[in-house]
């Protein structure tokens, strides 16, 4: 990781947590909207979101919008450097994984994997116009995601995140899994046609 992308993941992440309550509110409302109406929304199966965290915007009014035969889950990180995932419901229990971060209490032998969801809404710190994230820096999501890179769905990937946190240019690096599409207050980036719609 660079210096500059050190200090954009840093000014970045600022920019998110400064917005007032309001704006939080509506924008995620906003972005539940913006999810629902992506043309590959799945009317069914496993769908994956995240725990929001700061800053990041939340995704609960599109959890509570889905479609009744879909099954929400959370990322539960794994003891091979990869990320699981688990349903989970409002009232289910959570723990608090190594980075603070609530998970699904689940046997290991109970998680799902990568491969078994039909769409992941990745949180990110910054994108561009071409659907490139940029993540906190841990490497977990491409990490698990890296058998995207040889076949193009399912699960299909779509970023979530304010408009604010939108830069000119982000350059990609071999590791990194192309979304395919990244969804905000403001509009959606169909990154298969690298489009603002």
């Known amino acids: 990781m660079t210096d500059d992308r050190t200090t954009l993941r840093r000014e970045l992440r600022a920019r998110r947590r400064n917005l007032p309550a309001a704006a939080r509110i509506g924008g995620a409302e906003a972005l539940a909207a913006q999810l629902l109406a992506l043309p590959f929304a799945p009317p069914s199966g496993y769908v994956a979101g995240y725990w929001a965290m700061d800053g990041e915007i939340a995704l609960h009014a599109w959890q509570l919008r889905l479609p009744r035969d879909c099954v929400y889950c959370l990322p539960v990180l794994h003891a091979d ?4 995932f688990a349903p989970w419901r409002p009232g289910d229990a959570l723990v ?8 699904p209490a ?48 399912p699960p299909w990937l779509v970023g979530a995140g304010f408009e604010l946190q939108r830069v000119e240019r982000l350059d990609a690096a071999d590791w990194d899994v192309a979304l395919d599409a990244v969804c905000t207050e403001a509009g959606t980036v169909d990154c298969r046609s690298a489009l603002y719609v």
């Open 96 to 103: 608090a994984n190594r980075f603070g971060i609530p998970e």
């Open 81 to 84: 450097q990869r990320l699981r």
């Open 106 to 153: 689940l046997a290991p032998e109970s998680l799902l994997e990568p491969e078994q969801m039909s769409l992941i809404v990745l949180p990110l710190v910054g994108f561009d116009g071409r659907g490139h994230r940029l993540g906190m820096g841990g490497g977990w999501y491409d990490r698990s995601l890296a058998f995207r890179q040889r076949r193009p769905a």
